[in-house]
Nanobody, 128 residues
Framework: QLQLVESGGGLVQPGGSLRLSCAASGFTLDYYAIGWFRQAPGKEREGVSCISSSDGTTNYADSVKGRFTISRDNAKNTVYLEMNSLKPEDTAVYYC?????????????????????WGQGTQVTVSS
């Protein structure tokens, strides 16, 4: 069974940091393009970051550029989202998703369209 499981969410104060993990089971992530998305209550889903299958080319939403970093550890079959300088507006449920092989992940990969597999999400709350 192909499955993605996110972890690492929680409550953090503004300015703090969290690292989210996206672990795969049933398939190896290194072949897949991976995206991180988030959805806050009453808002549409937003693409946060993505990473390509091959050389790890990355892309970020303007709202998180310079604060978030996506990376992959193929040996652990896991993709990470390091989140620094967190703001209250970063509060949302964060999801990872896997899509077909992509050597480059441009802005199209910040939409949900290329992705076939989705995790169940992990809550991130930024509040004092």
């Amino acid at each position: 069974q192909l499955q993605l499981v996110e972890s690492g969410g929680g409550l953090v104060q503004p300015g703090g940091s969290l690292r989210l993990s996206c672990a795969a089971s049933g398939f190896t992530l290194d072949y897949y393009a991976i995206g991180w998305f988030r959805q806050a209550p009453g808002k549409e889903r937003e693409g946060v970051s993505c990473i390509s299958s091959s050389d790890g080319t990355t892309n970020y939403a303007d709202s998180v550029k310079g604060r978030f970093t996506i990376s992959r550890d193929n040996a652990k079959n896991t993709v990470y989202l390091e989140m620094n300088s967190l703001k209250p507006e970063d509060t949302a449920v964060y999801y990872c998703a896997a899509g077909p092989y992509a050597s480059y992940t441009g802005s199209y990969y910040l939409t949900g369209l290329p992705y076939h597999y989705w995790g169940q999400g992990t809550q991130v709350t930024v509040s004092s």
